[in-house]
């Protein structure tokens, strides 16, 4: 059984992992999209203080569409390349690349700036890992095909979760996008990375002790991107409940059984 520390992130392959997944626009890109916008039109522009991207990785459309509800963005990642990645495209511009998911963005969410370069400017981008966060910091926190494409440990899947969820303050939101019952897997002709195949009523058995107002969407797979061995994408909301224990505390160790 691989866990984090097993796999070199550092050696994240960001080139590969771009032309595989976001050059172009796929289906499920504009699934997630139009998910995801409903909950930041839900929020008036700059009404969320702080927001966290956990893992952003090289991924910018988590990121594009906080960019009106959102004063601060912290896009928080533990790889050097990944991190590399994105400093660079907030100080040259995004990639030509990104330009269709950007117009999609503001299509559903017209209180996007005209232009994705401006949308990015309140992003801040952090090398780090989960275990750098404090409990509390953040409005709302997201996290996109991280914790169950880390680990094959449950144990230290649900730890991730449980930081995660605790990332943001009491009555905060959390807003994740799963792989489902992605096996391990590899980008390019690349080593094999960890995975934890995860379904709906794993997510539920971890979320619902920890939160309220949990929501679980599906989309279908998406047959226009490389096969990893997943069955589609679950997109998770829900808030931190107004008073819960931090982590490690009595009353979360207990809730983890």
């Known amino acids: 059984m691989r866990r984090n520390r097993d796999a070199d992130w550092n050696?994240?392959?960001?080139?590969?992992?771009?032309?595989?997944?976001?050059?172009?626009?796929?289906?499920?890109d504009i699934g997630v999209i139009r998910h995801h916008s409903a909950v930041y039109r839900s929020h008036a522009p700059g009404s969320l203080a702080r927001t966290l991207e956990l893992g952003a990785g090289p991924n910018l459309y988590p990121l594009m569409l906080a960019g009106a509800a959102a004063r601060r963005i912290d896009a928080l990642e533990p790889s050097t390349a990944g991190v590399r990645y994105l400093r660079r495209q907030l100080a040259q511009g995004p990639d030509d690349?990104?330009?269709?998911?950007?117009?999609?963005?503001?299509?559903?969410d017209p209180a996007l700036p005209a232009s994705c370069a401006e949308a990015l400017r309140p992003v801040r981008v952090v090398q780090g890992t989960a275990d750098d966060l404090v409990p509390g910091s953040y409005d709302l926190a997201s996290m996109h095909f991280v914790a169950e494409s880390v680990t094959e440990d449950l144990g230290e899947f649900t730890a991730l979760c449980e930081t995660f969820v605790h990332a943001v303050r009491p009555g905060g939101r959390i807003l994740a996008a799963f792989m489902e019952r992605m096996p391990s897997y590899r980008i390019g002709?690349?080593?094999?990375?960890?995975?934890?195949?995860?379904?709906e009523s794993a997510l539920r058995a971890v979320f619902a002790p920890?939160?309220?107002g949990l929501?679980?969407?599906r989309l279908a797979k998406d047959r226009?991107?490389?096969?990893?061995?997943?069955?589609?994408i679950l997109l998770l909301t829900a808030e931190r409940p107004p008073t819960s224990p931090s982590p490690g505390s009595q009353e979360s160790r207990g809730s983890q059984g």
Request: glycine letters at 8%; aromatic letters at 14%; charged letters at 20%.
């Open 189 to 199: 002709a690349g080593p094999v990375w960890p995975a934890l195949p995860v379904d």
């Open 215 to 217: 929501r679980i969407a």
């Open 210 to 212: 920890r939160t309220t």
């Open 11 to 28: 050696a994240w392959p960001v080139a590969d992992y771009l032309a595989e997944n976001y050059r172009e626009l796929h289906p499920i």
């Open 224 to 232: 226009t991107l490389p096969e990893y061995g997943d069955s589609g």
């Open 97 to 108: 690349s990104w330009g269709p998911f950007y117009a999609l963005c503001r299509s559903l």
